[in-house]
């Protein structure tokens, strides 16, 4: 599913370093032929123990994890909402992502400068926000003069428009996002259609130095980003992009034994990945079979037929039934067969929503 997070922030905050990592880290191309990337886009492994474990029980030929993409974008001014710096290119690239990690610097350096002379990450979450929330703002403005004489005429449509522009536009004045506002099922409808930046959900990415990576609860920067993000309650992951590029180099013991020396259980760039797909609303259904164990990626909610299609249109369009187990009841049954004796293997139709973990047979016919 094309579906991307992109990694925004200062200059000199350690987005660059972050995305080397990404990059380094990136999946095995082989596994996405027709996947054209571009420059500024990373590709990275969905890290997920339940891959592992399937492969074990199958021992297939192969083994193909799920991949999600996160998308270098421009450096941000302050002032970008008005055009400084790179300030358009910035806004087109993170219209383009789904949703937004923003790195933020929690580590002082006298060698490395700060765009505005000192560390103070709420100072850059704010500038950024703030030039997020600008760019709607005009986006609402130029909107609400239009719908504003057809809601005077009392045309249904228009009536309601005008009230979400009416709220947005009040929390932009408050210096707030959109996705602070509680819109209703139909209101999103129309919000969707806007195009917003602030309607992306956000997590914050504290980039620390080596030394707080083991331990950065004592970090008060760090603590200072908790404490802002829960009021919009959004997820903080705690990094160190330097140590993240060299993780990125390792592999298999090696960077297990990298891990252990530095006192921390997984990478953060691990961790990052895993926010990030949950964030979107995204989960894994898996297909076991001696040719392949494979994961894929689904929105949650989607159902049987909708997640056929994502192996292929075919899959769908003849979509007949699936065999489900969930991932639990297959490892603890020890096999597909002993599964299906044991009566944990289901027969769901076209109405059947997918759920994370699951291990799916598509029976179809076109």
Known sequence: MALTAGIVGLPNVGKSTLFNAIT????ESANYPFCTIDPNVGIVEVPDY???KLTELVHPKKTVPTAFEFTDIAGIVKGASKGEGLGNKFLSHI???DAICQVVRCFADENITHVSGKVDPISDIE???LELILADMETVEKRIGRVEKMAKQKD?????EFEVLTLLREAFEAEKPARSVAFTEEQMKIVRHLHLLTIKPVLY????????????SENDYVKQVREYAAKENAEV?????KIEEEIAELEGEEKQMFLEELGIAESGLDQLIRAAYHLLGLATYFTAGVQEVRAWTFRKGMKAPQCAGIIHSDFERGFIR?????YEDLVAAGSYNAAKEAGKVRLEGKDYEVQDGDVVHFRFNV
């Open 205 to 216: 990415v504290a980039n620390v130095s080596e030394d707080d990576v083991a331990d950065p």
């Open 24 to 27: 380094q880290a990136g999946a």
């Open 127 to 129: 500038t950024i926000n």
């Open 50 to 52: 339940r891959l592992q």
């Open 156 to 160: 249904k449509d228009s009536v309601a």
């Open 237 to 241: 992951i705690v990094i160190c992009a």
């Open 322 to 326: 699936a065999e489900v187990v969930s």
């Open 95 to 97: 219209r383009e992502v």
